[in-house]
């Protein structure tokens, strides 16, 4: 693709250029149509097209936060090449906090979409025909579903050098070896050639400061690593790199109670949870079966047995 002649949505975008442009289409049942803005800031030098996006899922705030500070800031105005962010991917889900589609599809497993496809797959069709070709890479902002806490975190495949060398530079706390998920974004942009790094941070509904700066943090980390702006004052951190992990899940349903802290390193035998009646007979502690860092954490009061509780580290290094 030729980046000296920048056309999304049929506007050309030149050199130096600052717009925002309207993502159409879909209507509401009520026959409201549903744009999704799209921010695109052109550097007069060339460089690379990198995306920061937010909302796929229209419940996950933490991305639209992350994304909509970077606007704010003016952090998506680089020295050299092009900076786009869609803060709410998902605009239908958003408006109603759900993180599906209004056609009850998840927009992250309809990809790459048909013209015929459902309203979901179309939506995905149209991203993927006149937007993906012009991105070179990609930082994709999500939160834990339900409520599942995720401590903030990249994922992608450990094998695919290009990605996991844009997580490191991140700096989240931890990366996390993330396998393709069937028709995600991510594996979309994989087939496109695109480098795609997912961030995970929090949970839907629930804004998490340290999540939403790491996320912040991480996005400049990137634009520095890539030379499309040069920052005064730099946060680099180290990741904890989870080759391996595993869900540890509820042996029995009940109430739950947590006894450990996101993030951290926990050894064998310590206490992670406690799961009990509600009528004081019956009480169980949950231990770790093995020494690992705890990087998400389902906070529900009530869990049914078999329930994912715990995500841990079966195999980590260090960044
Ligand atoms: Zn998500």
Redesign the pocket.
């Given at each position: 693709m030729c980046k000296n002649n920048l056309t999304l949505l049929g506007t050309e975008i030149k050199p130096g250029d600052s717009v925002c442009l309207q993502f159409d289409v879909a209507k509401l049942h009520t026959r409201n149509s549903i744009k999704v803005p799209i921010y695109v800031e052109r550097a007069k030098k060339d460089g690379p097209v990198l995306l920061f996006l937010g909302g796929?899922?229209g419940d996950?705030i933490n991305g639209v936060e992350i994304v909509r500070r970077i606007i704010r800031k003016k952090i998506n105005k680089p020295s050299s090449g092009t900076i786009i962010c869609i803060p709410v991917f998902n605009i239908f889900g958003f408006l109603h906090m759900s993180r599906k589609f209004p056609d009850g599809r998840d927009l992250?497993r309809v990809f790459p979409g048909s013209s015929k496809g459902s309203l979901a797959s179309q939506f995905a069709h149209e991203f993927k025909k006149e937007i993906a070709p012009y991105i070179d890479y990609v930082i994709d902002f999500?939160?834990g579903?339900a409520d599942r806490v995720n401590i903030a975190q990249t994922r992608c495949m450990l094998t695919d050098k290009k990605t996991l060398t844009l997580a490191k530079v991140f700096g989240a706390p931890f990366i996390v070896q993330s396998k393709f998920i069937k028709k995600s974004l991510r594996e979309t942009f994989h087939d496109l050639g695109i480098a795609a790094v997912l961030f995970e941070g929090g949970k839907s509904m629930l804004y998490d400061e340290e999540a939403i700066q790491y996320g912040v943090q991480g996005a400049m980390n990137v634009m520095r690593f890539l030379k499309m702006k040069r920052w005064k004052s730099i946060t680099e951190n180290k990741s904890v790199i989870v080759k391996k992990s595993k869900w540890l899940r509820a042996t029995h349903s009940g109430m739950f109670h947590v006894r450990v802290k996101n993030g951290e390193w926990i050894t064998k035998k310590s206490i992670l949870g406690i799961i009990t009646d509600p009528f004081g007979e019956f009480e169980r502690k949950i231990y770790a079966p093995f020494d690992s860092y705890i990087f998400c954490v389902n906070i529900s009061p009530i869990v049914n047995r078999g329930d994912a509780l715990f995500h841990v580290s079966l195999d980590t290094e260090e960044s």
């Open positions: 796929v899922h996950e992250n999500h939160s579903g």
